[in-house]
């Protein structure tokens, strides 16, 4: 027969030790979810300039100059945490999921490099865009990652 | 991917509505005005999420539809909060939830929290914090706490997870801290055989790994709790610490929380001079030390938790508080003796009524339960109305 008192203890318990660490968890998506967020609103804005279809989604020119200058200041962080070992918190998953992966930092170095140098000058290559889709796509699993710890409650 | 965007722009739109249907619900009946502005600006800033979906798909470029993504599992995360926490939050509150809302709000602007516009408490679990609105953050508590005292010192602990989501230079400053303790480590391998020290530079790189923001922000809540509450949050700490057992020198890769020893020496620490000497902090030492007396201290954790690098930890974590929460009062009365503890006076915050009521338990537990009652009847009388 089933214990249904050992259950709904478990239960309580798993409830218990995730309850625990709400605060901290929601206090790390937060931060994490700004940042992914201001990234891909970036390249989003990017992408829909390069086709010249910004007054669609009710983007301005000066949101434009905006999104480059964010991508570019944040390519610079990367490139200087990935240079030096600079502390960061924010970056922490890129820069560990670059160093554990196949491509050698110094390959991410310079297509970071290089975008910022197109970006400055006001251009956008394929080629930048699939360098900052990876990067979305690392600060988006991580954010899911933390997001389905709080569902799992 | 087009076929399943749009399916969520549906489920957003009808959710959105049911969402923005109970808030009217809830303001009819005129409870928490600022919570229900704040989440009627949250489903209007979440409408314009899903119209930018809208306008993606009417884009039609396959590459900037891959920017939906990103854009739905914000949606879920914002609405998540919304309708797992505000909403039944809102909906279930009861007067004990009232009650304890009511006596923290009385003393947020003590504790430094000036941003705090309402708090919304639910006696529903264990002591926890949702800071993600910092200016109307929920606060979870176990039911009793509504009537007893015992423990309430662990709510400091969840209002500094609210001041460490509000400031993001208090965990850029520890990372530093961090980053400059595990550096000088590095600094100090004397001269060895070549593998002996990759070994030892990939242990220190991983101890310096170990210090991820949930930890810190765990860590610093103790610190914060300690600031403002003093020894009644150091005894807390330690009691969680012995009630639920095990190596408190233990090092869990899985747990968000640093271990038990180097969370009480933060509490200790954090304790002004004044207290480390005075004869209840000492009777909580003497338990402490009594209790970690039969475990080791593993190399591991002299490693990842020094003594010197809490020590730093602390000495951040206290500067911060005072340079962003110049009027969070750190905890610094006098109770002289037990008469003095017996004796409310109106004007005791709720730390010193914590400390008195650490002071009895610990010294004359036979007089706890009548006081407590006399506690709560004054506290009922001043916070129990809506």
Same mark, same amino acid.
């Given at each position: 027969?089933?214990?249904?008192?050992?259950?709904?203890?478990?239960?309580? &318990?798993?409830?218990?030790?995730?309850?625990?660490?709400?605060?901290?968890?929601?206090?790390?998506?937060?931060?994490?979810?700004?940042?992914?967020?201001?990234?891909?609103?970036?390249?989003?804005?990017?992408?829909?300039?390069?086709? &010249?279809?910004?007054? &669609?989604?009710?983007?301005?020119?000066?949101?434009?100059?905006?999104?480059?200058?964010?991508?570019?200041?944040?390519?610079?962080?990367?490139?200087?945490?990935?240079?030096?070992?600079?502390?960061?918190?924010?970056?922490?998953?890129?820069?560990?999921?670059?160093?554990?992966?196949?491509?050698?930092?110094?390959?991410?170095?310079?297509?970071? &490099?290089?975008?910022?140098?197109?970006?400055?000058?006001?251009?956008?290559?394929?080629?930048?865009?699939?360098?900052?889709?990876d990067i979305l796509s690392l600060?988006?699993?991580?954010?899911?990652?933390?997001?389905?710890?709080?569902?799992?409650? | 991917?087009?076929?399943?965007?749009?399916?969520?722009?549906?489920?957003?739109?009808?959710?959105?509505?049911?969402?923005?249907?109970?808030? @009217?619900? !809830?303001?009819?009946?005129?409870?928490? =005005?600022?919570?229900?502005?704040?989440?009627?600006?949250?489903?209007?800033?979440?409408?314009?999420?899903?119209?930018?979906?809208?306008?993606?798909?009417?884009?039609?470029?396959?590459?900037?539809?891959?920017?939906?993504?990103?854009?739905?599992?914000?949606?879920? #995360?914002?609405?998540?909060?919304l309708t797992c926490h505000y %909403?039944?939050? !809102?909906?279930?509150?009861?007067?004990?939830?009232?009650? +304890?809302?009511?006596?923290?709000?009385?003393?947020?602007?003590?504790?430094? !929290?000036?941003?705090?516009?309402?708090?919304?408490?639910? +006696?529903?679990?264990?002591?926890?914090?949702? =800071?993600?609105?910092?200016?109307? =953050?929920?606060?979870?508590?176990?039911?009793?706490?509504?009537?007893?005292?015992?423990?309430?010192?662990?709510?400091?602990?969840?209002?500094?997870? %609210?001041?460490?989501?509000?400031?993001?230079?208090?965990?850029?400053?520890?990372?530093?801290?961090?980053?400059?303790?595990?550096?000088?480590?590095?600094?100090?391998?004397?001269?060895?055989?070549?593998?002996?020290?990759?070994?030892?530079?990939?242990?220190?790189?991983?101890?310096?790994? #170990?210090?991820?923001?949930?930890? +810190?922000?765990?860590?610093?809540?103790?610190? #914060?709790?300690?600031?403002?509450?003093?020894?009644?949050?150091?005894?807390?700490?330690?009691?969680?610490?012995?009630?639920?057992? @095990?190596?408190? *020198?233990?090092?869990?890769?899985?747990?968000?929380?640093? =271990?038990?020893?180097?969370?009480?020496?933060?509490?200790?620490?954090?304790?002004?001079?004044?207290?480390?000497?005075?004869?209840?902090?000492?009777?909580?030492?003497?338990?402490?030390?009594?209790?970690?007396?039969?475990?080791?201290?593993?190399?591991?954790?002299?490693?990842?938790?020094?003594?010197?690098?809490?020590?730093?930890?602390?000495?951040?974590?206290?500067?911060?508080?005072?340079?962003?929460?110049?009027?969070?009062?750190?905890?610094?009365?006098? %109770?002289?003796?037990?008469?003095? /503890?017996?004796?409310?006076?109106?004007?005791d915050s709720l730390e010193t009524? +914590?400390?008195?009521?650490?002071?009895?338990?610990?010294?004359?537990?036979?007089?706890?339960?009548?006081?407590?009652?006399?506690? *709560? /009847?004054?506290?009922?009388?001043?916070?129990?109305?809506?």
């Amino acid at each position: 027969m089933k214990d249904l008192n050992k259950g709904s203890f478990y239960n309580q &318990e798993r409830r218990w030790v995730h309850m625990r660490d709400l605060g901290a968890i929601s206090t790390k998506l937060q931060r994490e979810g700004e940042l992914l967020k201001r990234l891909n609103d970036a390249l989003l804005t990017l992408e829909v300039d390069a086709l &010249e279809r910004i007054s &669609e989604l009710d983007i301005s020119s000066e949101d434009v100059i905006k999104s480059r200058k964010f991508i570019i200041e944040f390519a610079q962080r990367l490139c200087s945490v990935l240079k030096q070992e600079a502390p960061s918190i924010d970056l922490a998953p890129i820069v560990n999921h670059f160093k554990s992966g196949m491509k050698p930092v110094e390959d991410w170095i310079e297509d970071l &490099e290089r975008l910022i140098e197109h970006l400055q000058n006001n251009r956008i290559v394929d080629d930048d865009v699939v360098v900052i889709e990876d990067i979305l796509s690392l600060l988006d699993d991580q954010f899911t990652e933390d997001l389905r710890r709080l569902y799992l409650r | 991917m087009r076929e399943y965007v749009n399916s969520k722009i549906m489920e957003y739109s009808l959710i959105l509505d049911w969402i923005e249907n109970e808030i @009217g619900i !809830l303001q009819a009946k005129s409870v928490h =005005p600022q919570i229900i502005s704040f989440l009627k600006n949250r489903v209007s800033d979440l409408k314009q999420s899903n119209g930018c979906l809208k306008a993606i798909l009417n884009i039609g470029n396959n590459r900037v539809i891959n920017r939906t993504l990103p854009i739905i599992h914000d949606i879920e #995360y914002r609405i998540y909060m919304l309708t797992c926490h505000y %909403i039944p939050g !809102l909906k279930r509150e009861q007067e004990s939830d009232l009650f +304890l809302r009511n006596l923290l709000l009385s003393n947020v602007e003590r504790m430094g !929290l000036s941003w705090v516009k309402d708090i919304l408490v639910r +006696l529903d679990g264990p002591h926890a914090a949702l =800071p993600a609105l910092s200016e109307i =953050p929920i606060i979870f508590a176990p039911p009793q706490q509504a009537n007893s005292l015992l423990d309430m010192a662990g709510i400091y602990h969840e209002l500094g997870h %609210i001041v460490f989501q509000r400031f993001k230079e208090i965990a850029d400053n520890l990372i530093e801290t961090i980053s400059r303790h595990f550096s000088e480590r590095m600094k100090e391998i004397g001269p060895m055989r070549p593998e002996k020290r990759t070994q030892l530079e990939d242990a220190i790189k991983d101890a310096k790994n #170990y210090w991820t923001i949930e930890r +810190l922000n765990e860590i610093f809540s103790d610190i #914060y709790a300690t600031y403002t509450c003093g020894p009644a949050y150091y005894f807390s700490c330690v009691d969680m610490i012995v009630k639920m057992g @095990g190596n408190p *020198f233990n090092i869990s890769t899985t747990d968000v929380h640093p =271990p038990g020893a180097a969370r009480v020496h933060a509490c200790y620490k954090t304790l002004l001079p004044a207290y480390q000497e005075e004869e209840i902090t000492l009777l909580v030492r003497n338990m402490w030390e009594t209790y970690v007396k039969s475990y080791q201290r593993l190399p591991d954790f002299e490693l990842k938790c020094a003594d010197v690098l809490i020590d730093s930890i602390v000495e951040t974590s206290i500067q911060n508080i005072k340079n962003l929460l110049p009027n969070a009062r750190r905890y610094s009365s006098t %109770i002289r003796g037990l008469s003095e /503890a017996r004796t409310l006076t109106s004007s005791d915050s709720l730390e010193t009524i +914590l400390n008195k009521s650490l002071k009895i338990l610990l010294k004359e537990p036979k007089y706890y339960p009548e006081w407590e009652k006399n506690v *709560f /009847a004054i506290l009922h009388s001043k916070h129990a109305k809506r």
